[in-house]
C-alpha cells in the first residue's frame, strides 16, 4: 500500500508581519508574549535560542496531550515552553560533553583536533526528547547527525564511514543496541576498523534527564554555569554544522552534509511562506524526527513561533496509528483507515490546511477528500535543499490538490523536459535550483551557465490554469528507458498498484528492454500462505494462480494506463523480501538486483514466446508468405489488447490462405476485441497497418458505423500509396485526437489495391508496433518455418525483421527462405532488390534535402589556418565517449586551444551530473580526472536537438562571440534502427552546420567507415577519401544516417561556403590503458577463446587505431587550410585509419600464446562457438560472441563466397580496404612514418582489461 507523510496545520491567534527592508531586513514579530526583533543574518540559529531563553520563556514550543488514565481521563494539554526547551538544551549539552571523550580515535588525521566532532543519533522517534538532543548535540559545538532506525547494519556502517562518527546515541529498545552491534561488525570487517576505532555509545537522553526538576532560580544558575563552560563555537558560513542521509533508493544511502549558512536558510526560507505560523499548531505527530522533512522544523521554528503538536514523552515513544494520531490531532499516511471514516473526515475540513509530502497522494483518495472540504496541500523538498514549495501557501487551491508553488527563497531554473509533439508547447521541467537565493543548496551536482546549481531530477507540470502551480510527474531518473528509446513512467502506475489490498508494495522493471515488468510483493498473509506451499509445486502454483485473480482487477485498473503489463508480472518471493528506505519507500534499483535472474526468465520466456500457433500457409510463395506476415501482425496486435479471440480466430484464418487478398476476404467477417465497427478491405487493412493507434483513434466512438474516409479522388493503388509514403495520414491522425478537418465520415473506400497502402511501411515503428511486435513476429515465422516447411532455424539472424521490415519484404524474404531452403542463402540477398533499394535510397535523399533547406551563406572565417598558429575555441560533443574522451584531453593539453566548450547530454539513468559523468570517462579511460578542473574546460548541460543546443541566450551568444572550431562527435550507436530513428541525431548537426555557417567556424564531422558495408555497388575499389553513392552506405539505418549527414555537410559547403572536414573514423581500438569495450565484436571474438580452445586467424591487414592516435589526428585536422576554392566549396574526406597496419595473423599467435589456446581458421572457429550455443543453452552467459552470432556468420559469407580477386580487396576479417592519403596530407601524426603499429604491448593492455 502507499505509504504517506501528513502534516495537519491549524489556525490560531492573529496574523503576525514581516517589513521588509531593501537589502537587509528586519524581523518584528508580536504575537501574545511572542516577540522576535533581529537584523535578518545577524543571530546564527544557536544564538536564535538563547534570544528566545531571554524574550519568550513561557511561550509554548511543544504541546502535548498526555495519556488518558482512570484517575484522570481528560487530563489537560500540556505545554513545554521555550524557557523549559532552552534549559533542557544547555543540559543535555553538558551531558553530552561529560559523555564523548575529547580525544577522537575515529580520526587521526593532524587537524582532527579542530574538527567538531560528529554524534549520531539512532534511535526511535520521540519528539521533545529527540529534538532537544539534537540542539544539545548543537550547543556542545558537535555536529548532529540523525540516522534513521530503518536503515540495515551495512547501511548504518557506511554512514558512520563516510562521515567518521566519533560517538552514537543509541534508542532504549533492544533493536537499536543489536543494530548498532551488528553495524561494528561491517566497520571492522569491510572498513578496517579497530576495536578502538568504533565509535563509543551511549543511550540517548530521555525526557528526564533533560527536563529536570528544578526550581527556576536553580535552572537559570545552570545555564550561566555550563555558557561558561561550553562557550559557543562562532561557525564560518561554510562549516559543517550538520548532517543528514538520502534515503537510499538505489544503493547505500548518502551523508548529506548542511552548512552553517544552510542551516541559517532553514529559518530565513520561512518568512517567504504564503501565510504566517506565528501561534499555529502545526502537528507533528505522524513525521519521523530523524526524516528531513521531520527534522527541518527543529530550524524552522526558531523564526516562526509555530507551536508544534507532539506525542507525550515516554520510553519506548508513542508508535503512531490511525487512532492515536487522530485523537493527537493528526493524520496519518494509512489513508483507508481514516478517509472512509466520517468523523475523520469532518474533522479535517474543518481545518486550515492538511499537508502531505514524501511521496504521492493517491488521486481518488485526494479527489475525495477534497470534494468534502478537506484542505489538502502538497509539500516539496529534498534532503539536499530543505522545503523549497510555498510552506505553508497563501491559498490552498480545492481543485488543484496536488499542485504546489515553488518558494520564492529559492532561485529556480527550470529545463525543459519533454514537448506536446513536434515544435508543441513544453509540457514538463525539471526544477534546478540555483545558488545565490535567500535558501541555498547543500549539495551541488550541476551548473547552469556558470552558477552552481543543484538538480533536483524530479518532473514536474504546471497547471493549465493556474500559473505558477506545479505538481510532481515523477523522477527524471526513475524514468524506464526502454532499447526502442521509449520511456515509461513507473510512479502512477505503481501507485495503482499500491491500491491492492492485497499487495504491500510493487517495483517496476524494464530499463533496457523493449518492454516494462512489475514485481508485487503480497501483504503478510498472502505471503504466509505461499510459505505453507513451498514444499509443493502444485499446490504454490494453485496460490500463485488465487493470488493473481484477487489482484486482476487492479491489473486491469493498470492496464487502462499501459496495456503492455498484464503479461510481464513477478510475484515477489518470501525469500526474498523487499528492503525499504528511511522514508519507507522500496528500494527499486536493489529490489531490481535481487530479482535479476527472475526478470531475465521472465524476458527469455517471452523471447521464446509466439502468439497462438499461426498454421503455415499449404504453399510458400511471395503472395502466401506476405499473407501469413499479415497474420502475424494481427496476432500480435491481438495479444497486445489482450483479445481472447486469438485462439479461435487465427488458425482458422490462415489455414486455408494462399493470397493477399483472400486474407482480407477471409476477415470480412470477423469481429476482434475492441475492432473496427464494420469489417471491409479498406479497415482490415488500416487496422492491421496501424494497429493501437488506429484503434484508440479511430474505432473507439470516433465515426458512424460504415464510414471511413477516402481522398477526394477516391482510392486507387497509387494514390494509397503516395498518401502513405508522403505520411499525410499519420500526420492527421494522433493516438487520442480527433479526425482533423479533411476527415469525410459519409465516404465509404473503395480500394482495387488495398495492400499497396501499407506494403512500404515500417512494421513496427511506422504503424504503431514496437520490438515486443517484433519479436512476436519473428517467432511466428520461425515456428512456421521450422514445423511447416521444415526448414533449418538455427541459422536466422536475431534482428531480420528490422533488416526487412515492410510486409512487402518480410514477405519477400520469408518465400526466398523458404524457396531456397536455407536463411543463409537469403542472408543479404533481398536487400539489393531494385525496388527496396530504390526505396531505401529515395528516403535517404529526402531526408537530405530536408535538413540542406535555408543554409545561411558564410560571410567570414576567424582563423588564419594556412599557419595553423592562431587561437582556438573549439566546442565539441561526445566527450564522454571512448573516442572523444582523448580528443577533450588533447585539446586540453593544447597549448593553441585557448578554450574548450564540451556539450554534454545528460545520461538516460540521470544519475550523475555532468561533471561526474565526464570525470568517470576519464578514469575508464585512463585519463587524468583532474582535468574536469581545468580553467580551459567548459562543460554545458546541453540538448543537442534543440536550437541553442537547449542553452540559455547569454550563454550561446557567448559562444558564438568567440568560437573558431566545431567537433560533432556525438551519434546514437544502434545497428538494428532505421533511418528514421537517427533523426533527432541529423537535425543536431544541422544546428551544428547553422552555428558553424554563422560563426565562420571549422566545422569537423565524424563519420565512419562502416558507410561502406554495401561495396559491392561501388564502381571502383578501394575507396577514395570522397563522396561516395547512396547505394553504398544504404546497408543499414545508422549507415544511411552518417550518408545524410556527410550530404547535408558538402551541400552546405557548396551553397554556403561552410568549412568542413569528414573524418570517416574507422576501426577504434581501445585506450592507453587497454580500455576496449567487452561487448564489442572483436573483444567478444577474443573472449570466447578460453571457452573454445581456440583463436580464428586471417593472414590479411588490419588498419585499427588506438583512440589517443585517433585523438591526435583530431587535433591535426583543426588546421586543415580553407584558402583555396576547392576546399571552400566541398568538404575535406578524410580516412582515419592506421597508417602502418600489420597482419591479424601476427597478434592472433600472440593471443594463442598468451591464452594457450590453437590459431585456427575463422571458419573452423565459428563452427565451434555454433556448436557450443547449440548444446548449451545458457553458453550465451559465458560467451557473449554467441550474442552477436549472426555477425560473425556474416562474416563467414564473405570468407566462404568471395573470389581470390575480392580478397585482395579487404582486409582481415572481410573488412574492405579504404585508402587515406588525404588524412596523411591534413595530419602531421598519420604522416610520420614512424608512427608505432599496433603490436603486443597493445594486445596485453586489452588482455588485462578484458580480464584474460
Known amino acids: 500500500m502507499a505509504r504517506q507523510v501528513l502534516l495537519i496545520?491549524?489556525?490560531?491567534?492573529?496574523?503576525?508581519?514581516?517589513?521588509?527592508?531593501?537589502?537587509?531586513?528586519?524581523?518584528?514579530?508580536?504575537?501574545?508574549?511572542?516577540?522576535?526583533?533581529?537584523?535578518?543574518?545577524?543571530?546564527?540559529?544557536?544564538?536564535?535560542?538563547?534570544?528566545?531563553?531571554?524574550?519568550?520563556?513561557?511561550?509554548?514550543?511543544?504541546?502535548?496531550?498526555?495519556?488518558?488514565?482512570?484517575?484522570?481521563?481528560?487530563?489537560?494539554?500540556?505545554?513545554?515552553?521555550?524557557?523549559?526547551?532552552?534549559?533542557?538544551?544547555?543540559?543535555?549539552?553538558?551531558?553530552?560533553?561529560?559523555?564523548?571523550?575529547?580525544?577522537?580515535?575515529?580520526?587521526?588525521?593532524?587537524?582532527?583536533?579542530?574538527?567538531?566532532?560528529?554524534?549520531?543519533?539512532?534511535?526511535?522517534?520521540?519528539?521533545?526528547?529527540?529534538?532537544?538532543?539534537?540542539?544539545?548535540?548543537?550547543?556542545?559545538?558537535?555536529?548532529?547527525?540523525?540516522?534513521?532506525?530503518?536503515?540495515?547494519?551495512?547501511?548504518?556502517?557506511?554512514?558512520?564511514?563516510?562521515?567518521?562518527?566519533?560517538?552514537?546515541?543509541?534508542?532504549?529498545?533492544?533493536?537499536?543496541?543489536?543494530?548498532?552491534?551488528?553495524?561494528?561488525?561491517?566497520?571492522?570487517?569491510?572498513?578496517?576498523?579497530?576495536?578502538?576505532?568504533?565509535?563509543?555509545?551511549?543511550?540517548?537522553?530521555?525526557?528526564?534527564?533533560?527536563?529536570?526538576?528544578?526550581?527556576?532560580?536553580?535552572?537559570?544558575?545552570?545555564?550561566?554555569?555550563?555558557?561558561?563552560?561550553?562557550?559557543?563555537?562562532?561557525?564560518?558560513?561554510?562549516?559543517?554544522?550538520?548532517?543528514?542521509?538520502?534515503?537510499?533508493?538505489?544503493?547505500?544511502?548518502?551523508?548529506?552534509?548542511?552548512?552553517?549558512?544552510?542551516?541559517?536558510?532553514?529559518?530565513?526560507?520561512?518568512?517567504?511562506?504564503?501565510?504566517?505560523?506565528?501561534?499555529?499548531?502545526?502537528?507533528?505527530?505522524?513525521?519521523?524526527?530523524?526524516?528531513?522533512?521531520?527534522?527541518?522544523?527543529?530550524?524552522?521554528?526558531?523564526?516562526?513561533?509555530?507551536?508544534?503538536?507532539?506525542?507525550?514523552?515516554?520510553?519506548?515513544?508513542?508508535?503512531?496509528?490511525?487512532?492515536?494520531?487522530?485523537?493527537?490531532?493528526?493524520?496519518t499516511g494509512a489513508k483507508y483507515a481514516w478517509s472512509h471514516s466520517p468523523a475523520y473526515v469532518k474533522w479535517l475540513a474543518g481545518l486550515s490546511v492538511v499537508f502531505y509530502g514524501g511521496g504521492p497522494l493517491d488521486r481518488e483518495v485526494g479527489n475525495r477528500l477534497s470534494e468534502q472540504g478537506v484542505p489538502i496541500c502538497c509539500v516539496y523538498g529534498s534532503t539536499e535543499l530543505g522545503v523549497i514549495s510555498e510552506y505553508p501557501p497563501a491559498e490552498v487551491l480545492r481543485d488543484a490538490w496536488n499542485y504546489f508553488k515553488l518558494s520564492k527563497g529559492y532561485k529556480f531554473h527550470l529545463i525543459p523536459?519533454?514537448?506536446?509533439?513536434?515544435?508543441?508547447?513544453?509540457?514538463?521541467?525539471?526544477?534546478?535550483?540555483?545558488?545565490?537565493g535567500h535558501c541555498m543548496p547543500q549539495v551541488f551536482n550541476s551548473t547552469i551557465d556558470g552558477v552552481d546549481a543543484y538538480s533536483t531530477h524530479d518532473m514536474i507540470e504546471e497547471h493549465p490554469k493556474y500559473k505558477g502551480y506545479w505538481r510532481i510527474l515523477g523522477r527524471v531518473d526513475s524514468q524506464i528507458i526502454h532499447s526502442s528509446g521509449e520511456k515509461t513512467n513507473p510512479g502512477p502506475l505503481e501507485s495503482i498498484m499500491n491500491q491492492d489490498p492485497h499487495i504491500s508494495a510493487c517495483v517496476m522493471f524494464g530499463h533496457g528492454k523493449f518492454q516494462a515488468g512489475i514485481i508485487v510483493e503480497p501483504v503478510k498473509e498472502e505471503q504466509e500462505q505461499f510459505i505453507e506451499s513451498l514444499g509443493n509445486a502444485n499446490e504454490r502454483e494453485a496460490k500463485l494462480e488465487e493470488f493473481r485473480n484477487k489482484i486482476w482487477p487492479t491489473v486491469e485498473k493498470m492496464n487502462a494506463y499501459a496495456p503492455q503489463h498484464s503479461r510481464m508480472i513477478l510475484v515477489a518471493s518470501p525469500s526474498k523480501p523487499f528492503t525499504y528506505t528511511a522514508k519507507n519507500t522500496t528500494r527499486n534499483a536493489v529490489i531490481i538486483r535481487e530479482y535479476a535472474p527472475e526478470i531475465e526468465a521472465?524476458?527469455?520466456?517471452?523471447?521464446?514466446?509466439?502468439?497462438?500457433?499461426?498454421?503455415?500457409?499449404?504453399?510458400?510463395?511471395l503472395e502466401s508468405s506476405k499473407a501469413f506476415v499479415i497474420v502475424a501482425k494481427v496476432a500480435t496486435l491481438l495479444i497486445q489488447q489482450n483479445s481472447t479471440e486469438s485462439d479461435k480466430i487465427m488458425p482458422n484464418l490462415t489455414l486455408?490462405?494462399?493470397?493477399?487478398?483472400?486474407?482480407?476476404?477471409?476477415?470480412?467477417?470477423?469481429?476482434?476485441?475492441?475492432?473496427?465497427?464494420?469489417?471491409?478491405?479498406?479497415?482490415?487493412?488500416?487496422?492491421?497497418?496501424?494497429?493501437?493507434?488506429?484503434?484508440?483513434?479511430?474505432?473507439?466512438?470516433?465515426?458512424?458505423?460504415?464510414?471511413?474516409?477516402?481522398?477526394?479522388?477516391?482510392?486507387?493503388?497509387?494514390?494509397?500509396?503516395?498518401?502513405?509514403?508522403?505520411?499525410?495520414?499519420?500526420?492527421?491522425?494522433?493516438?487520442?485526437?480527433?479526425?482533423?478537418?479533411?476527415?469525410?465520415p459519409d465516404q465509404t473506400v473503395m480500394s482495387d489495391n488495398p495492400v499497396a497502402i501499407f506494403a512500404t511501411y515500417e512494421l513496427w515503428s511506422k504503424i504503431g508496433g514496437d520490438s515486443l511486435q517484433a519479436t512476436w513476429i519473428r517467432n511466428s515465422i520461425m515456428r512456421a518455418l521450422r514445423d511447416g516447411a521444415k526448414i533449418d532455424t538455427r541459422g536466422a539472424a536475431s534482428n531480420f525483421v528490422y533488416e526487412y521490415p515492410t510486409i512487402e519484404t518480410l514477405g519477400a524474404f520469408v518465400a526466398f527462405v523458404v524457396g531456397n531452403r536455407s536463411f543463409d542463402a537469403a542472408v543479404g540477398q533481398l536487400l539489393g532488390s531494385d525496388a527496396q533499394l530504390e526505396a531505401v535510397v529515395q528516403g535517404m535523399n529526402k531526408m537530405v534535402e530536408k535538413y540542406s533547406k535555408d543554409l545561411v551563406v558564410n560571410s567570414t572565417s576567424r582563423f588564419n589556418s594556412a599557419t595553423g598558429k592562431t587561437r582556438k575555441v573549439v566546442l565539441m560533443t561526445g566527450s564522454t565517449g571512448s573516442v572523444g574522451v582523448h580528443i577533450l584531453d588533447r585539446l586540453l593539453e593544447d597549448s593553441a586551444v585557448e578554450k574548450v566548450y564540451a556539450l554534454i547530454r545528460r545520461g538516460k539513468d540521470n544519475k550523475n551530473d555532468i561533471k561526474t559523468k565526464q570525470k568517470e570517462a576519464f578514469v575508464e579511460r585512463g585519463v587524468d580526472p583532474g582535468l574536469v578542473e581545468s580553467s580551459k574546460l567548459v562543460l554545458l548541460e546541453a540538448q543537442l536537438i534543440e536550437e541553442r543546443f537547449g542553452l540559455g541566450e547569454n550563454v550561446f551568444e557567448g559562444i558564438k562571440e568567440e568560437l573558431t572550431h566545431i567537433i560533432a562527435n556525438a551519434w546514437r550507436v544502434d545497428f538494428n534502427l532505421g533511418l528514421t530513428s537517427f533523426?533527432?541525431?541529423?537535425?543536431?548537426?544541422?544546428?551544428?552546420?547553422?552555428?558553424?555557417?554563422?560563426?565562420?567556424?571549422?566545422?569537423?564531422?565524424?563519420?565512419?567507415?562502416?558507410?561502406?558495408?554495401?561495396?559491392?555497388?561501388?564502381?571502383?575499389?578501394?575507396?577514395?577519401?570522397?563522396?561516395?553513392?547512396?547505394?553504398?552506405?544504404?546497408?543499414?539505418?545508422?549507415?544511411?544516417?552518417?550518408?545524410?549527414?556527410?550530404?547535408?555537410?558538402?551541400?552546405?559547403?557548396?551553397?554556403?561556403?561552410?568549412?568542413?572536414?569528414?573524418?570517416?573514423?574507422?576501426?577504434?581500438?581501445?585506450?592507453?590503458?587497454?580500455?576496449?569495450?567487452?561487448?564489442?565484436?572483436?573483444?567478444?571474438?577474443?573472449?570466447?577463446?578460453?571457452?573454445?580452445?581456440?583463436?580464428?586467424?586471417?593472414?590479411?591487414?588490419?588498419?585499427?587505431?588506438?583512440?589517443?592516435?585517433?585523438?591526435?589526428?583530431?587535433?591535426?585536422?583543426?588546421?586543415?587550410?580553407?584558402?583555396?576554392?576547392?576546399?571552400?566549396?566541398?568538404?575535406?574526406?578524410?580516412?582515419?585509419?592506421?597508417?602502418?597496419?600489420?597482419?591479424?595473423?601476427?597478434?592472433?599467435?600472440?593471443?594463442?600464446?598468451?591464452?594457450?589456446?590453437?590459431?585456427v581458421p575463422f571458419t573452423t572457429w565459428l563452427k565451434k562457438l555454433e556448436e557450443v550455443g547449440k548444446k548449451d543453452k545458457n553458453a550465451e552467459d559465458k560467451i557473449s560472441a554467441l550474442r552477436i552470432l549472426p555477425s560473425y556468420q556474416g562474416m563467414a559469407a564473405k570468407y566462404n563466397g568471395g573470389s581470390h580477386e575480392q580478397a585482395e580487396l579487404e582486409e582481415a576479417f572481410g573488412m574492405t580496404l579504404i585508402r587515406n592519403e588525404n588524412a596523411k596530407r591534413l595530419s602531421k601524426t598519420l604522416a610520420d612514418p614512424d608512427v608505432p603499429q599496433l603490436g603486443q604491448e597493445d594486445l596485453m593492455r586489452w588482455l588485462a582489461y578484458w580480464g584474460l
Open 656 to 744: 486455408r490462405l494462399t493470397s493477399v487478398h483472400q486474407l482480407y476476404k477471409s476477415t470480412s467477417h470477423v469481429f476482434f476485441t475492441r475492432r473496427p465497427q464494420l469489417w471491409s478491405t479498406w479497415s482490415t487493412v488500416w487496422w492491421i497497418s496501424h494497429g493501437q493507434v488506429s484503434i484508440n483513434a479511430v474505432y473507439v466512438a470516433r465515426i458512424p458505423a460504415a464510414s471511413y474516409w477516402v481522398p477526394d479522388a477516391g482510392y486507387s493503388s497509387s494514390s494509397s500509396l503516395s498518401l502513405v509514403r508522403s505520411h499525410q495520414l499519420m500526420n492527421r491522425l494522433g493516438r487520442d485526437q480527433a479526425w482533423s478537418d479533411s476527415v469525410k
Open 417 to 436: 523536459s519533454t514537448k506536446d509533439g513536434d515544435g508543441g508547447d513544453i509540457k514538463t521541467f525539471e526544477p534546478v535550483v540555483l545558488s545565490g
Open 9 to 331: 496545520l491549524r489556525l490560531k491567534g492573529r496574523v503576525s508581519s514581516y517589513r521588509n527592508c531593501a537589502e537587509a531586513w528586519m524581523i518584528t514579530t508580536i504575537y501574545q508574549d511572542w516577540i522576535i526583533q533581529w537584523d535578518h543574518g545577524s543571530l546564527t540559529f544557536m544564538q536564535m535560542l538563547d534570544w528566545h531563553y531571554t524574550y519568550n520563556p513561557s511561550y509554548p514550543l511543544f504541546l502535548y496531550a498526555p495519556i488518558n488514565t482512570d484517575a484522570d481521563p481528560s487530563p489537560k494539554n500540556v505545554a513545554v515552553t521555550w524557557g523549559e526547551a532552552v534549559e533542557a538544551v544547555y543540559t543535555g549539552a553538558k551531558l553530552l560533553k561529560d559523555r564523548v571523550p575529547d580525544s577522537d580515535s575515529t580520526n587521526t588525521s593532524a587537524d582532527s583536533a579542530n574538527k567538531a566532532k560528529v554524534i549520531a543519533i539512532l534511535s526511535h522517534s520521540d519528539a521533545i526528547p529527540y529534538y532537544t538532543t539534537v540542539l544539545s548535540i548543537l550547543r556542545a559545538n558537535c555536529v548532529p547527525f540523525p540516522i534513521s532506525p530503518r536503515n540495515s547494519p551495512q547501511a548504518v556502517a557506511h554512514l558512520i564511514n563516510q562521515v567518521g562518527v566519533s560517538h552514537v546515541l543509541l534508542g532504549h529498545d533492544q533493536s537499536m543496541q543489536q543494530l548498532m552491534e551488528r553495524a561494528a561488525e561491517f566497520l571492522k570487517e569491510d572498513f578496517g576498523y579497530t576495536k578502538e576505532k568504533v565509535p563509543s555509545t551511549s543511550m540517548v537522553p530521555v525526557f528526564e534527564d533533560l527536563y529536570l526538576s528544578e526550581t527556576q532560580n536553580d535552572r537559570k544558575e545552570r545555564v550561566g554555569k555550563i555558557k561558561e563552560e561550553i562557550p559557543l563555537k562562532t561557525l564560518g558560513p561554510k562549516e559543517i554544522q550538520m548532517y543528514l542521509h538520502s534515503s537510499g533508493s538505489t544503493a547505500f544511502p548518502k551523508p548529506i552534509p548542511w552548512t552553517s549558512h544552510g542551516v541559517q536558510g532553514l529559518t530565513t526560507c520561512v518568512q517567504f511562506a504564503g501565510r504566517s505560523l506565528t501561534g499555529k499548531i502545526l502537528s507533528l505527530h505522524v513525521t519521523p524526527v530523524f526524516h528531513a522533512m521531520g527534522y527541518f522544523h527543529i530550524f524552522s521554528v526558531a523564526a516562526t513561533g509555530v507551536i508544534y503538536g507532539v506525542f507525550p514523552p515516554q520510553t519506548p515513544p508513542v508508535v503512531p496509528s490511525p487512532q492515536n494520531v487522530f485523537e493527537g490531532a493528526s493524520r
Open 983 to 1159: 533523426e533527432s541525431d541529423i537535425k543536431g548537426l544541422r544546428y551544428m552546420v547553422d552555428l558553424a555557417l554563422t560563426t565562420g567556424s571549422l566545422l569537423v564531422f565524424t563519420s565512419s567507415v562502416g558507410i561502406f558495408r554495401g561495396y559491392n555497388y561501388a564502381e571502383k575499389r578501394p575507396f577514395s577519401e570522397v563522396p561516395v553513392s547512396p547505394k553504398v552506405a544504404s546497408a543499414r539505418g545508422y549507415t544511411q544516417s552518417k550518408w545524410v549527414s556527410e550530404q547535408i555537410i558538402q551541400n552546405a559547403s557548396s551553397t554556403a561556403g561552410l568549412h568542413s572536414v569528414i573524418v570517416r573514423l574507422g576501426q577504434a581500438c581501445g585506450s592507453p590503458n587497454g580500455s576496449w569495450n567487452r561487448k564489442e565484436w572483436l573483444p567478444a571474438l577474443v573472449r570466447s577463446a578460453p571457452f573454445l580452445g581456440c583463436i580464428p586467424d586471417d593472414d590479411r591487414e588490419i588498419s585499427w587505431i588506438p583512440a589517443d592516435l585517433v585523438a591526435r589526428a583530431f587535433r591535426d585536422f583543426l588546421d586543415t587550410p580553407n584558402a583555396s576554392a576547392e576546399t571552400q566549396r566541398n568538404p575535406s574526406f578524410v580516412h582515419l585509419i592506421h597508417p602502418r597496419p600489420v597482419r591479424w595473423s601476427t597478434l592472433a599467435r600472440t593471443i594463442g600464446s598468451k591464452l594457450n589456446v590453437d590459431v
Open 602 to 621: 521472465l524476458y527469455a520466456n517471452i523471447e521464446e514466446s509466439t502468439q497462438p500457433s499461426i498454421p503455415a500457409p499449404q504453399q510458400w510463395n
